[in-house]
């Protein structure tokens, strides 16, 4: 996995922290433990003063197509999380590196069988339901690849296929250590 996604990650996760009802004092003194890489997954466990644990397992595509030349964007990966404190399990998020056109869907599909429209806030897209992510996570976990296609606000049509090799082993990982 690429270090400066990783770095965007870290990052990310601390804000998040802040914003789930820890302080920012204390999610900065979170422990960080990366529970492996599994082939194109890797998988984190994040330990809170106090012993509430996150669990998040990322990805980045292995290829990345835009309708438009040398369409500029940003990190693009996707992630899965447990939260067990606020009875979050399976979360899916995508982040797609550029502004999403407002009130459009991205598309998420398991090899050309199984789509799923998540809603979009940003450069975000999550499942309108957790069924949805339950739905989504039991077709990555048969699934061998990943494509999601959303459009920026400028119009710009993208498409980031991603590699479920690992998927399965990752989210284990995550879910063991998140009991």
């Known amino acids: 996995m690429k270090a ?36 194109d997954w890797d998988a984190f466990v994040y330990t809170y003063p106090g012993g509430q644990k996150t669990c998040h397992m990322i990805s980045s595509p292995k290829s990345s197509q835009a309708s438009r030349r040398n369409a500029s964007r940003g990190d693009i990966y996707i992630m899965v999380s447990h939260r067990p404190e606020y009875g979050v399990t399976g979360e899916v998020n995508v982040v797609v590196g550029y502004p999403i056109r407002q009130g459009s869907d991205a598309v998420l599909a398991v090899d050309g069988r199984s789509r799923f429209e998540y809603f979009t806030e940003g450069s975000g897209a999550w499942a309108y339901d957790p069924s949805d992510d339950a739905k989504t996570i ?5 699934g061998n690849r990943l494509v999601v296609n959303a459009t920026s606000q400028r119009g710009t049509n993208t498409t980031d296929s991603y590699s479920l090799s690992g998927f399965t082993a990752a989210y284990n990982a995550i879910t063991a250590a998140c009991r």
């Open 138 to 142: 039991a077709a990555m976990r048969r």
């Open 4 to 39: 400066g996604l990783l770095a965007v990650l870290f990052l990310g996760f601390t804000i998040a922290g802040s914003f789930g009802g820890f302080g920012a004092a204390e999610a900065q003194s979170e422990k960080r433990r990366h529970l492996g890489a599994f082939r």
